[in-house]
Every structure is written in C-alpha cells, then in structure tokens.
C-alpha cells in the first residue's frame, strides 16, 4: 500500500484558516485521497476524498497537486471543535477490497 | 439516524475470559471493519468483511474471530483475553466502491486485568 507522512502535530487560531499537509510520493494512478478526523473519545468521521481535481464539501476542502504527490486538507474557519486528529488515507481503487489504513495522523490543536 | 452501533460501551475482562464485541449497521452496506486503536496510535485494521458469509484478515488478527451471517451484524469474538488486548475497538462499515465514506461506530473500550 503506497505510505502518507503527515506533520505529528499542529496548532491553530480559532477563525482562522488551517491547512493540513499530506505527502505520498508514492500514490498510484488509482490511489483515491482520502480524510477522516477523529474527535476526543469518538470514532473517526469522513471529511472528503478525491482523486485528482480539487474538492469542496460543507466541512472542508481538498487541494491535490498536479503531481498528486501531495495534497492539502483546508479548514476555511477553524473552530474549537475541529481539534481532532486528521488522517490522511490512500485508498486503492485497483481491485475490490477496500479497505482503509490508518497512520498516525496529524494532532489538530485550535486556540481561542 | 443509527448508523454504526457498538456494544457494550466499556468492557473489563480478566486475563482468559472471553468476551462477544457486537456491531450492527442499518445502512445496507456490504463491507464491515474491525480496528482496534491502543493509545496515542492510528486504527489498526483486526478483520473484515465484504457481505454476509465472507470475512477476511487485516493486519492483526491473531486472537480473534469473526463471523458474517448477516449483512447487518459483524460480531467480534476475543476466546482467550490477554492484557495485550486492551485497547479501544471500533466497527466500520462503508458501500463497496473507493469513492465512498465509510462510518465508524463509538467504540468498546475494552480493559484486560
């Protein structure tokens, strides 16, 4: 499975944008991106995918590169409850079993 | 909207019970996930299931069983607990297709003393 580094931890102000990197160099032509968070004390929660355009939702938004060696989860306003741990996850749309792989992530910390 | 359900909430064994995780969807999907997630770490994937009557192994599956005789439950069996089982356990289940979300339950935190 092609591997995702994240930044262990990072810090934000509340209302202000945050953007959360994510590179995997060694993401396939059918590697779908894909972000969950994970709130204290609760199972994780999908925030977006793509694959290779851009992607907006009502929670965030997704820039991918043109490579797709790296992609940026943007939170356009952070708030207090955002704080979360973020994952970035590849998912292999090569075959049928989908399944997704956790790594660290990136610890999310919002000030007010 | 129930979604994912996980019982129970917590959970304290002693070292060599044996204990039944339930996990129960109402969303129709076809794939069903077992993690476990120890502190401070990502979600480690135990088992899952592509539809009733298919399970298959993820990256730690030893000391544990599941089964799929519904689209709807995927239980998980510990036989013989261990302390190194302690951990938080969460189900999953998700449409079969890479461009779709999956939903997570609230997790068993499970102690073994």
């Known amino acids: 499975d092609a591997k995702t580094t994240q930044p262990n931890s990072m810090e934000s102000n509340e209302e202000e944008p945050v953007h959360l990197p994510c590179n995997h160099s060694?993401?396939?032509?059918?590697?779908?991106i894909h972000w969950y968070r994970q709130l204290p004390s609760q199972g994780p929660e999908y925030v977006i995918h793509?694959?290779?355009s851009n992607v907006n939702n009502r929670m965030a938004s997704l820039a991918i590169a043109e490579d797709r060696k790296s992609s940026t989860l943007i939170l356009h306003r952070a708030t207090l409850r955002d704080a979360a741990v973020y994952y970035c996850?590849?998912?292999?749309?090569?075959?049928?079993?989908?399944?997704?792989?956790f790594g660290k992530g990136t610890l999310l910390t919002v000030n007010p | 909207n129930a979604g994912v359900t996980q019982t129970p909430k917590f959970r304290i064994l002693k070292i060599g019970q044996s204990m039944t995780l339930q996990c129960t969807q109402d969303?129709?999907?076809?794939?069903m996930y077992w993690y476990r997630q120890d502190p401070g770490m990502g979600l480690k994937l135990i088992y899952y299931?592509?539809?009733?009557?298919?399970?298959d192994k993820g990256e730690v599956p030893n000391g544990y069983n599941v089964s799929r005789s519904t689209t709807e439950d995927f239980p998980l069996r510990l036989e013989l607990a261990a302390p190194s089982q302690t951990s938080v356990y969460f189900c999953?289940?998700?449409?079969?297709?890479?461009?779709?979300?999956?939903?997570f339950g609230q997790g068993t935190r499970l102690t073994v003393v």
């Open positions: 999953a289940s998700s449409y079969p297709s890479v461009g779709t979300e999956a939903f």
């Open positions: 060694t993401i396939s032509g059918t590697d779908y």
């Open positions: 793509g694959l290779t």
């Open positions: 996850i590849l998912m292999w749309s090569g075959g049928s079993n989908y399944k997704l792989t």
């Open positions: 969303m129709n999907h076809n794939y």
């Open positions: 299931s592509v539809g009733a009557g298919i399970t």
